[in-house]
């Protein structure tokens, strides 16, 4: 079993800072690409960055130049650097991974964690 557990988030007010964290455990042979997508309330979830095993990112239009994606593998730990939080930033967080449990890349599935909440308010 493959687990994603986050961590981090909170108030802030606008313009503030938070870094969430997401640590893997369980059968992990390797991880592949991972993300942070996040749901605000009456909409649908969108992506906000993520990053290769080779460290290539990618973040969507809304959040580039605010936030910043990093992995420490020798943590199993995936970080959101977040600044300049702005209201329209609050949301659910959610941390994704594509996960191999085995050799075979046959074995890869996709797995979501809990997701942990970010209000951004005065």
């Known amino acids: 079993q493959v687990q994603l557990v986050e961590s981090g988030g909170g108030l802030v007010q606008p313009g503030g800072s938070l870094r969430l964290s997401c640590v893997n455990s369980?059968?992990?042979?390797?991880?592949?690409?991972m993300g942070w997508y996040r749901q605000a309330p009456g909409k649908e979830r969108e992506l906000v960055a993520t990053?290769?095993?080779?460290?290539?990112?990618n973040y969507a239009d809304s959040v580039k130049g605010r936030f910043t994606i990093s992995r420490d593998s020798a943590k199993n730990t995936l970080y959101l650097q977040m600044n300049s939080l702005k209201p329209e930033d609050t949301a659910v967080y959610y941390c994704?991974?594509?996960?191999?449990?085995?050799?075979?890349?046959?074995?890869?599935?996709?797995?979501w964690g809990q997701g942990t909440q970010v209000t951004v308010s005065s």
């Open positions: 990053i290769t095993s080779g460290s290539r990112t």
């Open positions: 369980g059968r992990i042979f390797r991880i592949n690409a």
């Open positions: 994704n991974a594509d996960v191999l449990t085995t050799y075979f890349e046959s074995s890869v599935r996709n797995y």
